[in-house]
Structures are given as structure tokens and as C-alpha cells.
């Protein structure tokens, strides 16, 4: 059962822009703090952003200022807006959906590749 939804990757150079978007049941995403995730091939998946039901938001310091996650209430869906993308920022992007005691819910995964 896909509870989380992701489209928007694909290939751009370097200093371009993507969108990411998660879209998730209106349960999860009232509920759930979202995020995303990435993990590069040899790495460990990290945390990129999340947004809290309340809208309060956190940014890994590799991202800040150039990425921004935000919620679309009335669509159900988190986006992750990504500005002068680097060839660092190549990664496949997990959407991600939290809860304290439940289990974390994770997309798909949808594949960023920045060219330089």
C-alpha cells in the first residue's frame, strides 16, 4: 500500500532549479510531520527539511537558503522547492512522514541528478 507519493526529480545542471512533491492521504499528512530525505550511493541517508503540522520548518545547514519545504493543505502534499542546485545535491530524495510512536512512512524515492 503506497502511502506517500513523489514526483518532480530528474536532471539539471548546475545553478537550475527542481520542485519535489510528495502527496500523502489526507490522514497522514493532517497528522504527521513530513520531510525529505537523501541518500548518495556510499552514504547514508540523510535528513534535507521537514515541515511540522503547524508549519514550523528545519533545514539541514548544507541546504538552507536554497531549498524550502512547504505544505499545500488543500492538495495534501509537501513540496521541496530546490534552488542553485550543486552536484553535491545528486541523491535520490525520500519523502518522509513522522509521527512519535508510529512508524515512519517513506516514499518511493525519486532521483535528483545535478550535472556540473
Known amino acids: 500500500q503506497v502511502q506517500l507519493v513523489e514526483s518532480g526529480g530528474g536532471l539539471v545542471q548546475a545553478g537550475g532549479s527542481l520542485r519535489l512533491s510528495c502527496a500523502a492521504s489526507?490522514?497522514?499528512?493532517?497528522?504527521?510531520?513530513m520531510g525529505w530525505y537523501r541518500q548518495s550511493p556510499g552514504k547514508q541517508r540523510e535528513l534535507v527539511a521537514t515541515i511540522s503540522t503547524g508549519g514550523s520548518t528545519d533545514y539541514a545547514d548544507s541546504v538552507k537558503g536554497r531549498f524550502t519545504i512547504s505544505r499545500d493543505n488543500a492538495e495534501n502534499t509537501v513540496h521541496l522547492q530546490m534552488n542553485s542546485l550543486k552536484p553535491d545535491d545528486t541523491a535520490v530524495y525520500y519523502c518522509?512522514?513522522?509521527?512519535?510512536?508510529?512508524?515512519?512512512?517513506w516514499g518511493q524515492g525519486t532521483q535528483v541528478t545535478v550535472s556540473s
Open positions: 518522509n512522514a513522522h509521527r512519535i510512536l508510529r512508524t515512519d512512512l
Open positions: 489526507s490522514y497522514i499528512f493532517s497528522r504527521y510531520t
